[in-house]
């Protein structure tokens, strides 16, 4: 079984230039959440989507956006692009979406965007 | 305001012996906790979780503790092997919400 998978893998982009990135869950999985994590610190919730609907958004300003299709891929875009927006973001896929001890959420390698 | 906390950015464990990974938190409303592995160039894998109705929960060579009174968590690996060199990642939330917070984690390093 695929797990989650994110495009692209790298990204170099200069700044005030806009961004979107691709996410495709776990077949079967109706949640999508994307994570900013910059070096030496831990993932930073930036947005949850489940059943296409924004569910939560982490402390990042409107520049971040994102929605989630019918088949529950999503996209997250970036505008205006910062040189603190470089960073590697990773979507984590899970059924429901919410805490819970059975569904834990399953991560995808990541893209690792780079703003010159 | 860091609500989860790894103290420990790095920890060196000779193979074979005993690794123990730190985590504390301070929302004393999670109540789920999970430990996440992460290679280089790898998303987080998810490892192990514990309900705060547990205080203990192993699986194979991993064992997570939860010490709710000290809202502490730890993560033992035994024995380690060097394989199990990656950074580690400590994350919670509190059950039915939609976000998870994670620590800074720690990078083990397990010497053959």
């Known amino acids: 079984d695929a797990g989650v998978t994110q495009s692209p893998t790298h990204l170099i982009k200069t700044r005030g230039q806009h961004v979107t990135l691709r996410c495709s869950p776990i077949s079967g999985h109706k949640s999508v959440s994307w994570y900013q994590q910059v070096l030496g610190q831990g993932p930073q919730f930036i947005f949850q989507y489940y059943e296409k609907e924004e569910r939560g958004r982490g402390n990042f300003p409107d520049r971040f956006s994102a929605r989630q299709f019918p088949n529950y891929s999503s996209e997250l875009n970036v505008n205006a692009l910062l040189l603190g927006d470089s960073a590697l973001y990773l979507c984590?896929?899970?059924?429901?979406?919410?805490?819970?001890?059975?569904?834990?959420?399953?991560f995808g390698d990541g893209t690792r965007l780079s703003i010159l | 305001d860091q609500q989860v906390k790894q103290n420990s950015p790095s920890l060196s464990v000779q193979e074979g012996r005993i690794s123990i990974l730190n985590c504390d938190y301070t929302n004393s409303m999670f109540d789920y906790f999970l430990w996440y592995k992460k290679y280089p160039a790898e998303g987080p894998t998810f490892l192990i979780s514990?309900?705060?109705?547990?205080d203990k929960n192993e699986d194979g060579r991993f064992t997570v503790f939860l010490n709710k009174s000290a809202k502490h968590l730890s993560l033992h690996i035994v024995p380690s092997q060097p394989g199990d060199s990656a950074v580690y990642f400590c994350a919670t939330g509190e059950s039915g919400t939609y976000k998870y917070i994670f620590g800074t984690g720690t990078r083990l390093k397990v010497l053959a």
């Open positions: 984590a896929s899970s059924f429901y979406g919410t805490v819970n001890s059975n569904q834990p959420q399953h």
């Open positions: 514990i309900s705060s109705i547990k």
